[in-house]
Each structure stands twice: as structure tokens, then as C-alpha cells.
């Protein structure tokens, strides 16, 4: 119960932190991308440090942290891996649904980091926009972070990888860094109970550009999927938990 107690209250105060810290930062943001920035990163530390202290949850990330351009295909269980991997890549650059540009305070400033929004159904043109956006600079160099399920994924849960990430690592030519979170196990993707305990986002072993498109899929299914179960082991998941 007293754990229930603790969840909602931090619940509470993370929803009402965003539009104090947005708004907060709005003046700089308005006229640099790294206003933007800096109120985002602010945002998700906030939500890391308090929930430390608040319910008991510490966020970890391991691995070598990415730089410069490289795509990364991450493992996508809940709100908080969004803010543990944004939190700690320098520029990073999220490939999300168009519906996020209408939210109030995060639209806006979603729109000043040059995130990528995609309509549902049309990746390909979005990429292909993406694309292009990049070659004539109009796109600052960053971290693209996709998400291979295309949507949050409960523990437990299996989710085809969709062909878009495979799609982007071939245009891109760069390096793909996957990622795997144990994140839904301490914050599900429905409701309001936060478990305490340690979040991990682990960035692993590079793929190298070139690879064939079904070698390539079969190669960051088996990573982040093992990965992913590894870490939700470590946290004491079950099946049914």
C-alpha cells in the first residue's frame, strides 16, 4: 500500500513538472536547439533523480554511450527508456508518431530538436523525407533512435520487428547500435504502480553498416531480445509477474 501511496504521488509530480520545466525553459528553447535540449535533459533527470528518492527505482545505463551520426535500434517497454536513452546521448533524434507534434509543451519542443515524425502506416515516406532532410542539411547530425516493434512492448510480450529499421541501416549506411532495457518491469506501460528496484538501458555490441537486410534483422532481434530477457532476469521477472 505505502508503495501505491508513493507511486502516485510521484506520478502526480512528474506530470506536473513537465509544463513547470517547459515553460521554464521556453524563452531559451524558442530560439535554440539546445534550449530545447537542455529542458529535456533537465525534464528526464528530474524524473531519474525523483523516482530514486520518491519510489525507491534507480535508472542505470551501460555499455559504451553512442556519439556523432549512428542509428541506434533500441527496445522500447515504457516511458522511462525514452528518458534514460535521451538523457544519455548527446544529440539524440527519435523517430515518433506524428500525433506527439500536437501535445501541448512537448510538440513544441520536439519540433525545435528536429525529431523525426512519422504518419502511421507511412514510414517509407517518412524515411525517404528523413533522407532527404539530412542530405540538404536541413537535419543537424545526431543519434537516430528508432524503435524496431514500432511501439512499447510489455515483458513478456512478442512483437515482430518491422522492416523499417532494416530500411534505414541500408539508406544510412552507418553504424547500428542496439539497445535492450529491462525498463517495463519497474514502469509498465498502463497504470500507475512503479516498482523499486534498477532500470537498465544497455547499449551493445555495433553492427557494422553493410550487412544484408535479413541478416541484419535476425542479427538485432537476437541482441536486444537476449539482451532485453537478461536484464529482466536480473530484476527478478517472471512470466506472469
Not at 58 to 80: D, M, N, T, Y
Request: hydrophobic share 45%.
Amino acid at each position: 500500500m505505502l508503495q501505491w501511496i508513493r507511486s502516485i504521488i510521484y506520478v502526480i509530480q512528474a506530470t506536473l513538472s513537465m509544463p513547470v520545466i517547459g515553460l521554464a525553459f521556453a524563452p531559451w528553447a524558442m530560439f535554440s536547439k539546445r534550449g530545447a535540449y537542455t529542458a529535456c535533459k533537465t525534464y528526464a533527470a528530474w524524473c531519474m533523480w525523483s523516482a530514486r528518492w520518491l519510489i525507491g527505482l534507480r535508472c542505470e545505463v551501460r555499455g559504451k554511450v553512442p556519439e556523432g551520426e549512428v542509428l541506434i535500434a533500441s527496445k522500447h517497454q515504457s516511458f522511462l527508456d525514452i528518458m534514460m536513452i535521451f538523457h544519455a546521448l548527446p544529440r539524440a533524434k527519435f523517430i515518433m508518431k506524428r500525433e506527439i507534434l500536437w501535445t501541448p509543451v512537448i510538440g513544441q519542443y520536439t519540433k525545435r530538436m528536429q525529431m523525426i515524425a512519422v504518419d502511421r502506416g507511412k514510414r517509407g515516406k517518412a524515411i525517404q523525407k528523413m533522407m532527404a532532410d539530412v542530405e540538404s542539411g536541413r537535419i543537424d547530425p545526431g543519434q537516430i533512435v528508432i524503435y524496431s516493434q514500432g511501439t512499447r512492448v510489455a515483458p513478456g510480450t512478442y512483437v515482430p520487428y518491422k522492416v523499417g529499421t532494416s530500411v534505414l541501416y541500408e539508406q544510412l549506411g552507418q553504424t547500428c547500435v542496439p539497445a535492450a532495457t529491462n525498463a517495463g518491469y519497474f514502469w509498465p506501460r498502463r497504470g500507475l504502480y512503479r516498482r523499486p528496484g534498477l532500470a537498465v538501458v544497455e547499449f551493445l555490441e555495433p553492427i557494422e553498416p553493410g550487412m544484408a537486410k535479413a541478416e541484419f534483422m535476425a542479427t538485432l532481434e537476437e541482441r536486444v531480445e537476449g539482451a532485453s530477457d537478461r536484464l529482466l532476469a536480473e530484476a527478478g521477472w517472471q512470466a506472469g509477474s
